[in-house]
């Protein structure tokens, strides 16, 4: 099992341009999150994605959207490129039925790598 | 605002001897706690979570209700034991996590 998979895991952008992350769960997850760290800090929740849909949402503008798939893999798009959106984009995978058992425990991928011009 | 401290960045111990690092949280509800790790060139990966009371390579975490403290400890530090640790709670509704900034844990020879 090669666990959470992402791709790139590095990729230049420039100001004012779109992007596409992808991310492919751990084999038996049905849950993905997205986590955004900016250098120096502790991951920061984006939104996390549940039976196709947006489950929950963190303090992120519209600017930033997702999608998951039939197969549980999902993408992060960020539209209108800001300097600030420089981080590692972490993706995450979970078993949706153990959010309320502690059982809720991330598995995270390597991550890729953004940097905006 | 449900949040998580950790008030060291940098913690650096002798070979053999205990480590502490610290970790506060914001009381809201009953979050679950976690600690994880990233050592050099690996992913982030769970160390250990409150609710199994487990001991992992020598690690412990209590929590403290009345302080909100979730500090993990190690009694006897090891070289391998250099990485970056961070404190995670849950949110009320259990799908969201929040991670403080991490404590960058170096251990000398």
């Known amino acids: 099992d090669a666990g959470v998979t992402q791709s790139p895991t590095h990729l230049i952008k420039t100001r004012g341009q779109q992007v596409t992350l992808r991310c492919s769960p751990k084999?038996?997850?049905?849950?993905v999150s997205w986590y955004q760290q900016a250098l120096g800090q502790g991951p920061q929740f984006i939104f996390q994605?549940?039976?196709?849909?947006?489950?929950q949402r963190g303090n992120f503008p519209d600017r930033f959207s997702g999608h998951q798939f039939p197969n549980y893999s999902s993408e992060l798009n960020v539209n209108a490129l800001l300097l600030g959106d420089s981080a590692l984009y972490l993706c995450?995978?979970?078993?949706?039925?153990?959010?309320?058992?502690?059982?809720?425990?991330?598995?995270f991928g390597a991550g890729s790598r953004l940097t905006v011009l | 605002a449900q949040r998580v401290t950790q008030p060291e960045k940098l913690l650096s111990v002798f070979k053999g001897a205990p480590v502490e690092l610290k970790c506060n949280y914001s009381?809201?509800?009953?979050?679950?706690l976690f600690w994880y790790v990233q050592y050099s060139r690996q992913r982030l990966q769970l160390l250990l979570r409150?609710?199994s009371r487990e001991s992992i390579k020598g690690f412990t975490a209590d929590l403290n209700k009345g302080e909100t403290s979730f500090h993990l400890k190690k009694p006897f530090a090891q070289e391998e034991d250099s990485a970056m640790y961070y404190c995670?709670?849950?949110?009320?509704?259990?799908?969201?996590?929040?991670f403080g900034t991490g404590t960058s844990l170096t251990v000398i020879p």
């Open positions: 995670a709670r849950t949110s009320n509704t259990g799908n969201q996590f929040y």
């Open positions: 994605y549940y039976e196709e849909e947006e489950r």
């Open positions: 009381y809201s509800g009953s979050p679950e």
């Open positions: 995450a995978s979970s078993l949706g039925t153990d959010f309320f058992s502690g059982a809720n425990v991330l598995t």
């Open positions: 084999s038996g997850h049905d849950t």
């Open positions: 409150h609710i």
